[in-house]
């Protein structure tokens, strides 16, 4: 069975720091990996999403995120956070027709 | 920790048929649940939102009449794609939310989705 595991429920960061938000998946099967992140009073959206090849990915809004098989992570980070990236992120790994969503971080960015 | 169980995972069934859809929360109170709909190498789309014991509010383009939500109760929330046809063949992700004990804030569980195929 799949499942994944973020640890952090909340992560304060003052504006203009980095951040990394951890994610963990077990699996015996390959996995595809996304982030999703939540804004007040909105549905998901995606943030990025690994499939196969290259393990560092790109997304939306500067973030990336790095599929480290060996260590079974695929941790979001960004360089420097904006107040408007205060939000709920989700990581979810996906197998077969099944996404496994973790818990979500709720990333607070303050002033 | 809390679970969501939506049922049934994958689904096909022929055009002009219903299909229903259900979503639990295993082990919490649900003070609202969501449904979203994923369509091939697209990020979720919420459809609607319901409140138990209340009508559901839905997405703009989002027929209501074709999808009816019933939250019958703060556990259980269903999806009706009623009459279907093949294009309303995709991915069905529900998620309910619940009031976290530590830090007073709502937290979101997804279900593990159904794959609705209409031939």
């Known amino acids: 069975a799949q499942s994944v595991t973020q640890l952090d429920s909340q992560v304060p960061v003052f504006e203009e720091a980095p951040v990394e938000l951890r994610c963990n998946y077990s699996?015996?099967?390959?996995?595809?990996l996304f982030w999703y992140v939540q804004y007040p009073n909105q549905g998901l959206q995606l943030l990025l999403k690994?499939?196969?090849?290259?393990?560092l990915v790109k997304g939306i809004n500067g973030f990336e995120a790095e599929f480290n098989k060996s260590q079974t992570s695929f941790h979001l980070r960004k360089p420097s956070v904006h107040i408007s990236d205060t939000a709920e992120y989700f990581c979810?790994?996906?197998?077969?027709?099944?996404?496994?969503f973790g818990t979500g971080t709720r990333l607070k960015v303050l002033a | 920790g809390a679970v969501v169980s939506q049922h049934p995972s994958r689904v096909i069934c022929k055009s002009g048929t219903s299909v229903k859809i259900e979503c639990r929360s295993l082990?919490?109170?649900?003070?609202?649940m969501f449904w979203y709909r994923q369509f091939p190498k697209q990020s979720l789309m919420l459809m609607a939102t319901?409140?138990?014991?209340?009508?559901?509010?839905?997405e703009q383009g989002v027929e209501k009449d074709k999808f009816l939500i019933n939250h019958a109760s703060l556990t259980l929330s269903t999806l009706t794609v009623t009459s279907a046809h093949p294009e309303d063949s995709s991915f069905y992700i529900c998620?309910?939310?619940?009031?976290?004990?530590?830090?007073?804030?709502?937290?979101?569980?997804f279900g593990s989705g159904t794959q609705l195929s209409v031939l």
């Open positions: 998620s309910a939310r619940r009031r976290d004990r530590v830090g007073g804030y709502e937290k979101l569980f």
């Open positions: 699996s015996s099967v390959s996995v595809y």
């Open positions: 690994y499939l196969s090849g290259s393990t």
């Open positions: 979810a790994v996906s197998v077969a027709y099944k996404y496994i």
């Open positions: 082990d919490f109170q649900a003070t609202t």
């Open positions: 319901s409140n138990e014991g209340s009508k559901a509010t839905y």
